[in-house]
């Protein structure tokens, strides 16, 4: 069975994609690791990517290109400073150089050193393949990525279980069923279960150090994009409207950083209408960050980042004004094992099944972590991710221009509020009256993805991609 810790669920990175730019990123990573360890580095002549499918399509709205290009000079997505980005992007692009691994300087020439390929390879809609010339020939290497910033190397018959991590949980969690059974053994809710789990392959201390960072990241983002104005890059022109909406929405309370803004927030009187509007602003702010290649947490992806902070950021400064750490921690964790709940049985990403995996999943992790500190069982935990995700079944993705920005960053607040009121549904909800189980909506959702047109799947090849064109917006 695998094993997928929640840091593998919510991964600090950079925007706008996680399946485009941050798996490509750490694929150019593990290439250039791979040519260390064939001792071939040293004698690159010069190299060559090919993408494929969904990366070519929609890759250059993306930022493919260069994360590529960014993986491939050494650049850690984690800790790059963002605003350097440009920088490393111009002087590669002015040189035609690039600085191999921030080793050893190749000739480079973007436009014709990436080739964009519309041709699709038969695995998965997100191959790459990376060529050296070593001794004027070439030698290839092909990653594919499976959303959510995973990459896996090797070609799989059965492309939904291509997860590479192997690892021995002591409550090893294929599905629903299997989580609720060990909370019921060991009478415990279901984020310390997960808790239990991380256990295993980290030292408490870690943990923690690790989700309070996650959680800066979110934070951080929203703060970012709740005072950030103009227009986002890519040749939309869409304005960014958290900075607005946060305008008519903040009080007068003084902050500085980003936790006094909580406690800012949390001095404001909000009214009833106001509560959505604050929601939507968390959401929009993480994802216009997202769009301008900012640092978010992928969670589980990108296109998705917005809506897991936006709910978590409402129990803090609506729901419960003495929020702490250990409610965040629990929050993080059941969302975390949601989410690998919905990777392993059917997919995190929109190139294999449309925005139903991103946001819908997004949505269906959010609303059970909420029900959790909501004072619900295990069993309506499940039960609220089971209602967020029926109903965001069938989403298609179709981001016009290849950006992630129309439909994506509105949808985030769509699914944060859908999240929100799937936990108020499933605290309501006796679990014995449940007909629709979580397992069945997971099983479903990769049935619809199998069924879905490739022109809804991170293509722009279909819907509002197709419907609207660029000059309309
Ligand atoms: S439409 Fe949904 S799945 Fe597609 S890029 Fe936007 S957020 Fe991601």
């Known amino acids: 069975m695998e094993c997928i810790s929640v840091f593998d669920m919510l991964k600090i990175g950079v925007g706008p994609s996680s399946s485009h730019t941050l798996g490509p990123w750490r694929a150019a990573e593990r290439w250039i690791k791979e040519l260390k360890a064939n001792n071939t580095f040293n004698k690159v002549e010069g190299i060559h990517i090919d993408l494929y499918g969904s990366l070519s399509l929609t890759g250059k ?3 493919t290109d260069y994360a590529v290009m960014l993986g491939l000079c050494g ?18 692009k002015s040189t035609n150089t690039l600085s191999l691994n921030n080793e050893k300087v190749i000739d480079f020439n973007p436009e014709t050193a990436i080739v964009f390929n519309r041709k699709f390879l038969p695995f998965h809609s997100n191959g790459m393949t990376f060529t050296a010339i070593i001794n004027g020939k070439k030698k290839k290497s092909t ?18 279980r291509n997860f590479e991590i192997k690892c021995s949980f002591p409550y090893p969690i294929e599905k629903g069923t299997e989580l609720l059974q060990f909370c019921k053994d060991l009478n415990l809710p ?3 279960v997960v808790y239990e789990n991380e256990k295993s392959i980290r030292e408490e201390p870690k943990i923690d150090i690790e989700l309070q960072r996650i959680w800066d990241t979110m934070l951080e983002c929203m703060y970012i994009g709740c005072h950030t104005e103009g227009n986002l890059p890519g040749g939309l022109n869409v304005r960014r409207r958290a900075y607005d909406m946060h305008q008519k929405l903040k009080g007068e309370t003084p902050y500085t950083n980003p936790v006094e803004w909580i406690y800012a927030i949390r001095n404001t009187e909000v009214k009833f209408r106001q509560i959505l509007k604050w ?6 702010a993480v994802n216009e960050v997202n769009a301008s290649l900012g640092r978010v947490v992928t969670a589980p992806t990108n296109g998705s980042a917005g809506v897991i902070p936006a709910v978590l950021m409402y129990y803090l400064v609506i729901e419960n004004h003495d929020g702490n750490f250990e409610d965040i921690k629990k929050f993080l964790l059941v969302a975390g094992e949601i989410g690998s709940i919905f990777k392993k049985g059917a ?8 925005c139903q995996a991103e946001i819908g999943v997004s949505s269906a992790m959010a609303a059970g972590a909420l029900t959790e500190l909501l004072g619900g069982t295990p069993e309506q935990v499940l039960i609220a991710a ?8 069938g989403l298609t993705c179709d981001p016009i221009g290849g950006l992630v920005q129309i439909p994506c960053i509105e949808r985030n607040a769509m ?15 006796d679990p014995e009256n449940v007909k629709v189980p979580l397992d069945k909506v997971v099983n479903t959702m990769w049935e619809t993805a199998k069924d879905m047109n490739t022109k809804y799947k991170e293509t722009s090849e279909g819907g509002l991609a197709i419907g609207v064109n660029l000059t309309d917006c």
Not at 347 to 354: D, K, L, P, V, Y
Not at 416 to 425: D, G, Q, R, T, V
Request: aromatic share 6%; net charge negative; glycine share 8%.
């Open 347 to 354: 997919t995190i990403s929109a190139a294999m099944g449309g």
């Open 75 to 92: 650049c850690d997505p984690e800790y790059v400073a963002t605003d350097t980005i440009p920088i490393i992007i111009s002087n590669i």
């Open 279 to 284: 929601v939507s602003c968390f959401a929009l």
């Open 415 to 429: 699914g944060a509020i859908k999240a929100i009121n799937a936990a108020e549904l499933a605290l309501d909800t």
């Open 386 to 393: 089971e209602i967020a995700m029926e109903h965001h079944l």
């Open 61 to 63: 709205g993306h930022a």
């Open 190 to 192: 279901i984020s310390e």
């Open 143 to 160: 990653f594919y990525s499976i959303g959510g910033g995973f990459v896996v190397k090797e070609e799989r018959k059965n492309s939904k």
